[in-house]
């Protein structure tokens, strides 16, 4: 496998949080907001200005991910589910077989399917209630 991150969602707060982290680990913080990605994800209005994808690598290959919700993924947002655990795959098959392995028994939240950032990308919870996120990004 080539890395496992944490991945925080935030509740429309996602930058200020991001600015946070990295006045406490350093590093480059990168942002992409919904209105820059080719799919908005639905985004509309002031949602469109939120975080889609932050990215602040914070030592020793690890990196923290994170964005805002909106629309229905903000309806269900509370502490204590704003986090998943994010596996970067070598291949596709290892992929596919996380993904089904982990989501055994449990909840497919997005089957796995080729993204604007992802060859191969899904999300699960597993029957522990512990969220995941599959994300090959591809050669």
């Known amino acids: 496998m080539k ?3 944490p991945y925080i969602n935030f509740n429309g707060n996602a930058e200020e949080a991001f600015n946070f982290y990295q006045s406490v680990f350093g590093g480059e913080l990168s942002i992409v907001r919904f209105k820059d990605m080719d799919d908005d994800m639905g985004a509309t209005g002031d949602d469109l200005n939120k975080v889609a994808n932050a990215t602040l690598p914070i030592g ?3 990196v923290l991910l994170g964005s805002d919700v909106f629309g229905s993924w903000g309806e ?3 502490r204590g589910n704003d986090f998943y ?3 970067e ?3 596709l098959e290892e992929a596919k077989q996380l993904f089904d392995n982990i989501s055994e028994g449990g909840q497919v ?3 796995l399917q080729k993204t604007e950032w992802a060859e191969s990308f899904g999300m699960c919870t597993d029957k522990f209630g512990i969220r995941w996120m599959v994300n090959y990004e591809g050669k």
């Open 3 to 5: 890395s496992v991150n």
């Open 109 to 111: 939240d997005m089957p």
């Open 76 to 78: 269900s947002f509370q």
């Open 89 to 91: 795959p070598d291949n």
């Open 60 to 62: 020793g290959g690890t």
């Open 85 to 87: 655990i994010n596996l």
